[in-house]
């Protein structure tokens, strides 16, 4: 989860007042507190789904920063994500939720305060999606493996779904913390002796490229975005205009973000590039890039013609720093552009959301 490799450095100043992160700030101030109206909606050319808000949620108050709205989805979930806009691990929940077509509510997390999970039991990292059942899921490949299963399982619940999953509790020696793991997250539970062989390899290699995203892609993003005071002013700018800070958050108040939050990334960068020894970081994420390229080959995506949950996650984690200069980059320097483009086109039209109306269909069937 982005805490663990961001949230927990964050920088503290004078008076115990946070110094704000990027994966914090950047969901920052997209939205107006004391609206209660919906202020934008915006309709998707074929009329099967919309993006709302933000609104105050009239059972429990809670302000929505974004309903998003799906025709596809008869599940009757009610999934609310509570997040960071540009955490990638957040990133890579929208981007499954959104290909899939699941209706569902985004709850943007205050950087200062996090009022908005503090009375929510046994809820400290982010993303958590909460459904209707009450039932809480953290750890964005967990959050996607037991969604998936759920459409693919349609003879179960959502509850029996998670209990696929058991939780694991480790001692990690040199520290004495115990730390809450749940060894089967990549996997997807399909019905027993329901894959061939050749769909074992596939769900092999995806489950493989899953686990590449979190423990070597995403790790690479804080050292590389943030590697130069230049690239974190510029991101941090970047944010302030993709958030419309400008239109809801006082003028001291933006800049203060902006120029602390370059500080405490800068310095954060620059310790987390000490663990590369010496390596340039640059060059690892173009490798990184090059051998994900070199997987997918002459396909569309690594599955093929469809978007894998591997495709979806590094998607994902890509979109946290669309727009930075590391991200230009990468599209100059590799071959990533064309995919992401295929990618982008994929979960903004919904492309997999067969799957999921096929499910709801079957759930429907007495």
């Not at 609310?80 to 540009?86: G, K, N």
């Not at 499954?96 to 009022?115: A, M, Q, W």
Request: proline share 3%; glycine share 6%; charged share 25%.
């Amino acid at each position: 989860m982005w805490n663990r490799y961001v949230v927990r450095n964050l920088v503290r100043c004078g008076g115990g007042s946070g110094m704000l992160t990027a994966a914090t700030l950047a969901g920052f101030a997209n939205y107006d507190e004391n609206s209660g109206a919906v202020r934008s909606v915006k309709h998707s050319d074929m009329g099967k789904w919309r993006v709302e808000g933000p609104i105050k949620d009239p059972t429990d108050g809670a302000l929505i920063a974004k309903r998003v709205v799906s025709d596809y989805d008869h599940t009757n979930l009610k999934l609310r994500l509570y997040q960071y806009e540009a955490c990638p691990f957040c990133c890579k929940v929208r981007a499954f939720l959104n290909y899939y077509g699941f209706s569902y509510d985004v709850i943007e997390v205050s950087p200062l305060t996090r009022k908005e999970i503090r009375k929510l039991d046994g809820v400290s990292k982010l993303p958590t999606v909460i459904a209707q059942t009450g039932r809480k899921l953290s750890d964005s490949s967990l959050i996607i493996s037991i969604l998936t299963s759920y459409m693919t399982r349609n003879d179960r619940s959502l509850d029996d779904i998670i209990e696929f999953y058991p939780e694991q509790k480790n001692i990690i020696k040199e520290t004495g913390k115990q730390v809450v793991t749940h060894p089967d997250m990549y996997k997807i539970m399909t019905s027993l002796n329901s894959l061939s062989k050749m769909e074992q390899e596939s769900a092999r290699k995806e489950e493989e490229w899953r686990k590449w995203v979190d423990e070597h892609f995403i790790p690479l993003i804080v050292p590389n975005v943030y590697r130069s005071w230049n690239e974190c002013i510029e991101t941090f700018r970047w944010f302030s205009e993709a958030g419309q800070w400008d239109k809801v958050v006082p003028a001291w108040e933006r800049y203060a973000t902006i120029y602390l939050g370059s500080v405490a990334m800068y310095f954060l960068s620059k310790k987390l590039r000490k663990k590369y020894d010496g390596a340039d970081v640059r060059q690892l994420l173009i490798n990184a890039c090059n051998h994900w390229m070199s997987a997918v080959g002459s396909s569309s995506f690594l599955g093929g013609q469809q978007p894998t949950l591997a495709d979806l996650a590094l998607y994902g984690a890509i979109n946290s720093f669309l727009g930075s200069s590391t991200f230009n980059e990468l599209c100059d320097k590799t071959q990533i552009k064309a995919w992401f483009e295929r990618m982008r086109e994929a979960v903004d039209s919904r492309a997999g959301a067969a799957l999921l109306q096929k499910s709801c269909c079957k759930r429907m069937q007495p």
